[in-house]
């Protein structure tokens, strides 16, 4: 029972390098998603997938790109990285499309990205 | 944005002590509200989906209760054992739009 599968784990950037973070579940499930926690602050959407194909911005989306490359695969790419993205990061994702009442978040592991 | 807070942000109780925290919710346009489960170095796990005003759940040790109409849900956990340490999250889901995470009640239990 694999879930979500994130990686990688930890990652150091120094300012305008660029990353990306994969993200692959196994669930079949149809919508995917990017977080980022803060201290202090809840968990925030940066993007997130309600389907294959389609992708949309979250709360906090600049500096961030995604990818849906199937049913499986989301990933998040930083093209110029900045301090202020220092962060963890967080994939999820859920059974049915976006709102629906009985959805639950299925986490991967998360991703502690710092940039200098 | 949705304004969802959690109260206390952080405590500490002995273990065998029972304990709860809040979350606070915009009472209109209620569709779901979730709680989640997040210790130290894992992921975040569902406990509780909640839909209902007047829900109640329950798994072992830990119940949740829901009130819509006056916008909170409670987390009760009975008898604190170390193992229930970790940081517990509410999302709320309204009509539309994405989930909105709280920012958490961080629970230590002392043993």
Known sequence: NAGVTQTPKFQVLKTGQSMTLQCAQDMNHNSMYWYRQDPGM?????YYSASEGTTDKGEVPNGYNVSRLNKREFSLRLESAAPSQTS?????????????ANEKLFFGSGTQLSVL | ILNVEQSPQSLHVQEGDSTNFTCSFPSSNFYALHWYRWETAKSPEALFVMTLNGDEKK????????????????????????????????AFGNYGQNFVFGPGTRLSVLP
């Open chain 1, 42 to 46: 809840g968990l925030r959407l940066i």
């Open chain 2, 59 to 90: 798994k072992g040790r830990i119940s949740a209760t829901l009130n819509t109409k006056e916008g909170y849900s409670y987390l009760y956990i009975k008898g604190s054992q170390p193992e229930d340490s970790a940081t517990y999250l509410c």
């Open chain 1, 88 to 100: 963890v990061y967080f994939c999820a994702s859920s059974e049915r499309d976006m709102g629906a």
